[in-house]
């Protein structure tokens, strides 16, 4: 069956910086555009950033443009989202998924597939 297992999550203080990663399997990955999401205690989720399925078209939720950038290896089946800058505003459980198509939603409800999350905390 399809997972995806993210990892890299953790304490960290301010300004520090942390990579994601979030392993597939099951599925063709490429075949997919891939999305980070995020839910802090008490929020909705929320977009965080996206990928398309061969990287040409990324996507960022404002809040983390410049200081988060999204990749992915095919090869490897695997996407990464490096954050930078963090600040305890970031502090939240982060998710990746799938969706099996060219386009990037932003709509965490689009989504085919989802890990079942990492946790990152910013202490200040």
């Known amino acids: 069956q399809v997972q995806l297992v993210e990892s890299g999550g953790g304490l960290v203080q301010a300004g520090d910086s942390l990579r994601l990663s979030c392993a597939a399997s099951?599925?063709?990955?490429?075949?997919?555009?891939m999305g980070w999401f995020r839910q802090a205690p008490g929020k909705e989720r929320e977009f965080v950033a996206g990928?398309?399925?061969?990287?040409?078209?990324?996507s960022y939720a404002d809040s983390v443009k410049g200081r988060f950038t999204i990749s992915r290896d095919n090869a490897k089946s695997t996407c990464y989202l490096q954050m930078s800058s963090l600040t305890p505003e970031d502090t939240a459980v982060y998710y990746c998924?799938?969706?099996?198509?060219?386009?990037?939603?932003?709509?965490?409800?689009?989504?085919?597939?989802w890990g079942q999350g990492t946790q990152v905390t910013v202490s200040s």
């Open positions: 099951g599925l063709t990955f490429s075949a997919y555009s």
């Open positions: 990928t398309s399925r061969m990287s040409s078209v990324t």
């Open positions: 998924a799938a969706f099996r198509s060219f386009a990037i939603p932003t709509t965490g409800g689009r989504y085919d597939y």
